[in-house]
């Protein structure tokens, strides 16, 4: 792909310059006019033209970097991720370096425009959000793209996701089977396609089951201290309008919620049993250990870091998807 | 500092050719022969000389990127100081990119040296080891570069650091006072300078304390994994042989240590009593909550980015050293 991407040549003939000026402009643009520099300035932008990295890079082709883009690198869920990805990339020879979006479109564009720019190998993205265009184009430009924790429903993207919706599914039908029947799913915006078919996965097994309700809470953040926010929430509710089950969005929300629930002397399991996701190390060594839908996060990572190589040496294949399974696993907070 | 480091001019004169030779040097190449390309490198190396970025962060000067290099950013304590440098950053409109060195200086270098190559605005660095020089060389050439986690004995890097002698004091102090005889150091390499003056610290309470003895325990990575393992091997020494209190090299590593204790049947802090050392947001909701001493994760890492902002914005400006106190926090595994 990336040979057969613009050139200065490119950009000279579209602005009737000389490949010189265009090298101008991009190593010493105070030597052209106003005039010229919005001249090329405009080809370059209508080509989509992306200027060379420094030579050592342009010599031997790449930059030997790999960039990874996630939501919140501090969230052992994507820690782990960029853990796996570095050690797969390490053995490749390749450096990773990492930007967190923090969920805003705006930084995840700043972050790929970077790597973009500096040409690195490729790039490892847990997209912000469900726009996945600017990701395509990247890839269309001739940037090895994997997504990780999100699938392209266009198929452009190769990705490594889990079936959510099964998630989802599995966690509702393991609190029904035990007897709850108000629960609460405690989810970060709906929006977020991940949240939606876990929300989806529960509902499919509460509304066949009588007596049986469900009920939505949305976190800003799914962290710890959100999570205590929705623990003394819940504990300040009247008996009866209280939730006897509760799906937390991830592992962190659910043991900031069980925390505060035990706090305000709320009984886990008994008054109110707690699911998490993801199975982040702390799962098991929290407070009440938790029950938890586990993502096979290192397998995940690995799996990503795997796809992106092999766009690296063989660019232009086709697009790949690998969906892992969720698996509950059963502890104190959910018997 | 920027302004006077040298040219695309400087190296020219050096090699005894043309700007545009240097230029295309560094653009294309292959239009030089070998032997212009080597005379040219050679100048290259022997000045110092490092080629601009692109056009677009060469007209405003500035990338907009700051880098951040630690030691581990899966480490909460690590991924906390990213998150308040991230947090100050961005509210002065910069991007961070995060590197994991994981105690590798040579990898702690690919990504300084990629950071100065791309321009980045400054960097902040969690050293992998003792050896500075790399990093003032840097700062010395321009770049603006800050310590945290260390500090730099020649004063020529402005620093974040916490006083690890008095952390280690505070921690020997708290177990000895408590009736506590045999204890145990469970910490990484010794080489390193932030465990060193733990350890220095612990000595000068117990070696005032007749019949109290100080033993040392290596680890090689102080994670969850390897303080079960340490925690399996306390638990499987002889009742007589076994330490009755382990201050540990981390909050992961007492966390784990902790875990297999108990799994083994060991009392804490009955048995053994365990002090950490971070207070990471998961010491408080541990199965055993953790007695630790507390670094101002936060705090170091907003302090890090302002003094990094303050280098920026004043290049050249005289480094300095921003000292926390350690703070003891007593929970379950040590009352």
């Given at each position: 792909m990336r040979e057969s991407s613009v050139t200065i040549?490119?950009?000279?003939?579209?602005?009737?310059?000389?490949?010189?000026?265009?090298?101008?402009?991009?190593?010493?643009?105070?030597?052209?006019?106003?005039?010229?520099?919005?001249?090329?300035?405009?080809?370059?932008?209508e080509l989509g033209f992306v200027p060379n990295m420094p030579a050592r890079q342009l010599r031997r082709q790449r930059s030997g970097i790999v960039g990874l883009s996630v939501v919140n690198a501090s969230n052992p869920f994507f820690?782990?991720?960029?853990?796996?990805?570095?050690?797969?990339?390490?053995?490749?020879?390749?450096?990773?370096?990492?930007?967190?979006?923090?969920?805003?479109?705006?930084?995840?564009?700043?972050?790929?425009?970077?790597?973009?720019q500096l040409r690195f190998d490729g790039v490892v993205v847990a997209p912000s959000d469900d726009e996945l265009e600017p990701l395509r184009q990247r890839r269309d430009r001739g940037t090895p793209v994997v997504l990780v924790d999100h699938e392209d429903p266009d198929g452009r993207l190769s990705s490594v996701s889990l079936?959510?919706?099964?998630?989802?599914?599995?966690?509702?039908?393991?609190l029904v089977t035990a007897g709850r029947t108000r629960l609460l799913f405690a989810g970060g915006p709906e929006g977020v396609r991940q949240v939606a078919?876990?929300?989806?996965?529960?509902r499919e097994v509460v509304s066949g089951i009588?007596?049986?309700?469900?009920e939505v809470a949305?976190?800003?953040?799914?962290?710890?201290?959100?999570?205590?926010?929705?623990?003394?929430?819940?504990?300040?509710?009247?008996?009866?309008?209280?939730?006897?089950?509760?799906?937390?969005?991830?592992d962190l929300h659910a043991i900031g919620l069980v925390n505060a629930l035990v706090a305000q002397g709320v009984q886990v399991p008994d008054e109110v049993a707690v699911v998490g996701y993801d199975d982040i190390p702390f799962a098991a060594r929290a407070a009440v250990p938790l029950t938890?839908?586990?993502?096979?996060?290192?397998?995940?990572?690995?799996?990503?870091?795997?796809?992106?190589?092999?766009?690296?040496?063989?660019?232009?294949?086709?697009p790949r998807d690998v969906v892992f399974p969720p698996e509950l696993v059963v502890r104190a907070s959910a018997p």
């Open positions: 040549h490119d950009v000279a003939r579209h602005a009737g310059v000389s490949a010189a000026t265009v090298s101008n402009f991009f190593n010493w643009p105070d030597k052209l006019s106003e005039r010229m520099r919005s001249r090329v300035e405009t080809s370059v932008t820690a782990g991720i960029a853990t796996a990805v570095e050690q797969v990339a390490e053995d490749a020879g390749l450096s990773v370096v990492v930007g967190s979006s923090h969920e805003s479109a705006d930084r995840q564009e700043k972050f790929l425009t970077l790597f973009e079936d959510h919706r099964e998630g989802g599914r599995i966690a509702a039908e393991h078919r876990r929300l989806e996965g529960c009588a007596g049986t309700r469900l949305r976190s800003a953040d799914l962290d710890l201290t959100d999570g205590e926010e929705m623990g003394r929430w819940i504990a300040g509710l009247d008996q009866d309008e209280r939730p006897d089950a509760v799906f937390a969005g991830n938890t839908v586990r993502q096979p996060i290192a397998e995940m990572g690995r799996a990503a870091a795997r796809l992106l190589l092999d766009e690296i040496s063989e660019p232009g294949r086709e």
